[in-house]
């Protein structure tokens, strides 16, 4: 690691930026009652923040009739699609975005959204003019915990995992940040607690975008710069 090498922060949106983590759990559950998988509710929830690949097999087992997934999958993306206009931002998601370009950090938004859903998020936050470089599920071969989307993002920022953390509100996002040796600050906005996230090995713990900018001089991004 060179003196001057570039320093940056890595935001999982859907869940950490953007309020959609109880509507993605609506819309998974909608999709898999349309072909007859009765999940519970609480179930979903817990496992959004892994891509369709990871959370279908871990919802209906890995040895299911596999011939409707692909509908299952878009169902759950016709159903979310519904809500994009109505779409809010978590308290502070902005101000925090900016305020880490604004120390000099490059800021990379790394979700796992469909091209069409991360443009939604995007307009939702209304940051891309502090954006240093922004990923979506056509860039990475398997999702989270895989820590495909967390590489892209690393490469398409042009920064090293020892300069970087990582920002995300799921245990997935912290195992997927573990898998590349970088650290992950946890917020509890996408409805898991806090013992959990700590317990999977988040580096911090934070209620919202705005709880982590209030104490943004003391956190572990403060180390970054």
Aim: charged share 20%; glycine share 8%; net charge negative.
């Amino acid at each position: 690691m060179t003196a001057n090498q570039s320093a940056g922060v890595l935001f999982d949106v859907d869940g950490t930026l953007v309020d959609t983590t109880y509507l993605h759990s609506v819309s998974w559950w909608q999709a898999f009652r349309q072909f007859s998988h009765d999940v519970p509710m609480a179930n979903i929830h817990r496992a959004i923040g892994m891509g369709s690949d990871k959370l279908l097999d871990h919802l209906l087992g890995s040895d299911r009739d596999r011939s409707a997934d692909g509908k299952v999958v878009d169902g759950h993306s016709a159903h979310f699609a519904t809500y994009w206009d109505r779409l809010r931002p978590l308290p502070g998601a902005a101000d925090l975005v900016r305020a880490c370009a604004a120390r000099g950090l490059k800021v990379v938004l790394a979700t796992s959204a469909s091209e069409p859903e991360a443009a939604a998020l995007r307009a939702t936050l209304g940051v891309d003019d502090v954006l240093t470089a922004v990923t979506s599920a056509a860039d990475a071969e398997q999702s989270k915990p895989a820590p495909d989307i967390v590489a892209t993002a690393l490469a398409k920022a042009d920064l090293s995992a020892d300069r970087v953390l990582f920002i995300g509100d799921s245990v997935w996002d912290v195992l997927a940040a573990a898998r590349l040796d970088i650290g992950c600050v946890a917020l509890t906005c996408g409805g898991t607690g806090r013992a959990e996230l700590a317990g999977a090995g988040a580096t911090a713990v934070y209620e919202d975008p705005a709880d982590l900018l209030a104490s943004l001089s003391e956190s572990p991004l403060a180390r970054l710069g």
